[in-house]
T-cell receptor, first 113, second 113 residues
Framework: AQTVTQSQPEMSVQEAETVTLSCTYDTSESDYYLFWYKQPPSRQMILVIRQEAYKQQNATENRFSVNFQKAAKSFSLKISDSQLGDAAMYFCAYLVRSDDMRFGAGTRLTVKP | EPEVTQTPSHQVTQMGQEVILRCVPISNHLYFYWYRQILGQKVEFLVSFYNNEISEKSEIFDDQFSVERPDGSNFTLKIRSTKLEDSAMYFC???????????FGSGTRLTVV
């Protein structure tokens, strides 16, 4: 069974600084997809960034980027120039075709002004 | 931007009653999902639906639960004989294809009293 582990239940960052959220996963598949979702206090799940496992290049979306290490099964999220609106729960998720998306336990990010 | 719409946003029901949670997925999406999140816990997969039938379900999705796509736009989750432990946030999601990121609705908060 595939599992997703987020080892940091809580993280804190100063506004305008950079923070990295960790995620590891366990799989025997070679072709899969990885995601980071943001869940603000409204509890809506918002897709932040997506990575295909067959792509070596790390995905980026504005201030958000990932460090995808396929051999290490690691998928960390870097948030640059952190803003107050970045405060939320962040979930790492794994998906292989013909299966369901599986989520980690989440990391609560606090942004200090 | 297209949205997944869920109604109601909050439902309170008495233990033992039946509830129907409603979702309108994005119109050109073909895959539909229900997830739940008990307060403070991880997001858990319930069921996926494709081509008018269940494609996968988790161990949580027992005979108490059912899904239906009664017309071309709605996707419903029915919970029969609700229990206190069914209290959770229920998220509907949809995707164009299996490997795509899911678009989540804003959730229905179900409270069983």
């Amino acid at each position: 069974a595939q599992t997703v582990t987020q080892s940091q239940p809580e993280m804190s960052v100063q506004e305008a600084e950079t923070v990295t959220l960790s995620c590891t996963y366990d799989t025997s598949e070679s072709d899969y997809y990885l995601f980071w979702y943001k869940q603000p206090p409204s509890r809506q799940m918002i897709l932040v960034i997506r990575q295909e496992a067959y792509k070596q290049q790390n995905a980026t979306e504005n201030r958000f980027s990932v460090n995808f290490q396929k051999a290490a099964k690691s998928f960390s999220l870097k948030i640059s120039d952190s803003q107050l609106g970045d405060a939320a729960m962040y979930f790492c998720a794994y998906l292989v075709r013909s299966d369901d998306m599986r989520f980690g336990a989440g990391t609560r990010l606090t942004v200090k002004p | 931007e297209p949205e997944v719409t869920q109604t109601p946003s909050h439902q309170v029901t008495q233990m033992g009653q039946e509830v129907i949670l409603r979702c309108v997925p994005i119109s050109n999406h073909l895959y539909f999902y229900w997830y739940r999140q008990i307060l403070g816990q991880k997001v858990e997969f319930l069921v996926s639906f494709y081509n008018n039938e269940i494609s996968e379900k988790s161990e949580i999705f027992d005979d108490q639960f059912s899904v239906e796509r009664p017309d071309g736009s709605n996707f419903t989750l029915k919970i029969r004989s609700t229990k206190l432990e069914d209290s959770a946030m229920y998220f509907c999601a949809s995707s164009v294809w299996e490997g795509d990121g899911y678009t989540f609705g804003s959730g229905t908060r179900l409270t069983v009293v």
